[in-house]
């Protein structure tokens, strides 16, 4: 008898025990799913917009895909994914596909030979080669058309820009190019860098 009275306050004892474990478990995952979507706040700043991707798709459906500035909410990753896209900001990179690296020391004499792999060139219509160092600014116009189309942005400005040079280039001769016209040189390779980027269909990308 002494034994069954044993063997039944163990039992309860265990299922006590049970219980508290299984009211502690209950209250751990309460408190981890509460961490979870407390961590799906974010804040957009002032110069930039901010789109959702729910699952690798863009959530929401006309202006609702864009995020203004300040304070939003959404589940946090997997489930979705915040892209911040810094629409007023200008961006700037350098194109040094046609300059020859030679050029930057002073104390060194420019290659009398002209080596291809080693040295940047371009050509103009006069068959002239000459060396330019190019710095593009650039902003993103349209967010939806950025997340949608473009997954290299500097990749793609670079060869669209690259494009645009050599091909206005050819209608320059070289004082032309580097001096009587040079603003007009630079100004017609912007109008036929953003034809170019507009052809592709990214309609994100104004290049400044």
Not at 45 to 56: H, N, T
Not at 164 to 192: H, P, Q
Request: no cysteine; hydrophobic share 40%; charged share 25%.
């Amino acid at each position: 008898m002494e034994r069954k009275n044993k063997g039944s306050a163990a039992l309860e004892y265990f299922s006590k025990a049970l219980r508290i474990s299984f009211q502690f478990l209950k209250f751990l995952i309460g408190i981890l799913i509460i961490s979870y979507l407390l961590s799906g706040f974010f804040t957009v700043k002032q110069d930039e917009v901010a789109i959702v991707l729910r699952w690798g798709k863009i959530k929401g459906v006309g202006d609702r895909r864009i995020l203004k500035p300040g304070f939003h909410w959404t589940f946090p990753e997997p489930i979705d994914k915040v892209v911040r896209i810094p629409v007023k900001r200008v961006k700037s990179l350098e194109l040094r596909k046609f300059w020859s690296p030679d050029l930057d020391k002073k104390e060194v004499s420019p290659a009398s030979i002209l080596i291809p792999y080693l040295h940047g060139y371009l050509i103009t219509g006069d068959k002239n080669i000459i060396h330019t160092l190019w710095h593009i600014e650039y902003r993103i116009d349209d967010p939806i058309s950025y997340i949608e189309n473009i997954s290299d942005e500097e990749s793609l400005i670079k060869s669209a820009v690259s494009y645009a040079i050599i091909k206005i280039a050819g209608k320059y001769n070289v004082d032309e190019a580097l001096r009587t016209k040079l603003e007009s040189f630079s100004y017609m390779v912007k109008i036929e860098a953003q034809k170019i980027l507009d052809e592709l269909n990214t309609g994100s990308v104004s290049y400044t």
